[in-house]
T-cell receptor, first 112, second 114 residues
Framework: NAGVTQTPKFQVLKTGQSMTLQCAQDMNHNSMYWYRQDPGMGLRLIYYSASEGTTDKGEVPNGYNVSRLNKREFSLRLESAAPSQTSVYFC???????????FGNGTRLTVT | QKEVEQNSGPLSVPEGAIASLNCTYSDRGSQSFFWYRQYSGKSPELIMFIYSNGDKEDGRFTAQLNKASQYVSLLIRDSQPSDSATYLCAVRSYSGAGSYQLTFGKGTKLSVIP
């Protein structure tokens, strides 16, 4: 049972490049989330999907887009990367919106 | 803006002692409370959650909730060096229209000294 799987684990981008972070869960969870974690800032919600077919903005959505491809998969896209998007990104899932979160292993992204 | 406050630490305790980690929150209507442990360079992992006032025990961990004081704590008994990590408090509140907001504190770094 893999839980929440994120790819890639590490990525270096140049300013202006685009990329998609992939996330998949095998726990049959309804809700999925994307967070970023920066030193001194804690975990901040970028986007979430309460259920398949829905997505909503979180605290820091600017510069990002998401797609809930199906119940298992939730991707995060950076259309034009900026140095301010250098961070560690975590995908998480939960059975429902009021259930505990289970996190993936994270993607460390550096934008130069 | 809902806020969750934690002392950043580091909190240092000797091996075998009780570690007490505290968290306060601003939204009186908050409904569920979570503690996550995060080792350096790793992802957060759920330790405990608590929904009702009082204590909830799981092995060496006890979560305590006092909604009147807007305060939640985590006690770790018989602390071990392997407990050294950052502990994140998270508070979930209903934000209307079927939506819930989960707010994380910035975490308290715990160091257990052998």
């Amino acid at each position: 049972n893999a839980g929440v799987t994120q790819t890639p684990k590490f990525q270096v981008l140049k300013t202006g490049q685009s990329m998609t972070l992939q996330c998949a869960q095998d726990m049959n969870h309804n809700s999925m989330y994307w967070y970023r974690q920066d030193p001194g800032m804690g975990l901040r919600l970028i986007y979430y999907s309460a259920s398949e077919g829905t997505t909503d903005k979180g605290e820091v959505p600017n510069g990002y887009n998401v797609s809930r491809l199906n119940k298992r998969e939730f991707s995060l896209r950076l259309e034009s990367a900026a140095p301010s998007q250098t961070s560690v990104y975590f995908c998480a899932s939960s059975e429902n919106v009021d259930s505990p979160l289970h996190f993936g292993n994270g993607t460390r992204l550096t934008v130069t | 803006q809902k806020e969750v406050e934690q002392n950043s630490g580091p909190l240092s305790v000797p091996e075998g002692a009780i570690a007490s980690l505290n968290c306060t929150y601003s939204d009186r209507g908050s409904q569920s409370f979570f503690w996550y442990r995060q080792y350096s360079g790793k992802s957060p992992e759920l330790i405990m959650f608590i929904y009702s006032n009082g204590d909830k025990e799981d092995g060496r961990f006890t979560a305590q909730l006092n909604k009147a004081s807007q305060y939640v704590s985590l006690l770790i008994r018989d602390s071990q060096p392997s407990d050294s990590a950052t502990y994140l408090c998270a508070v979930r509140s209903y934000s209307g229209a079927g939506s819930y907001q989960l707010t994380f504190g910035k975490g308290t770094k715990l160091s257990v000294i052998p």
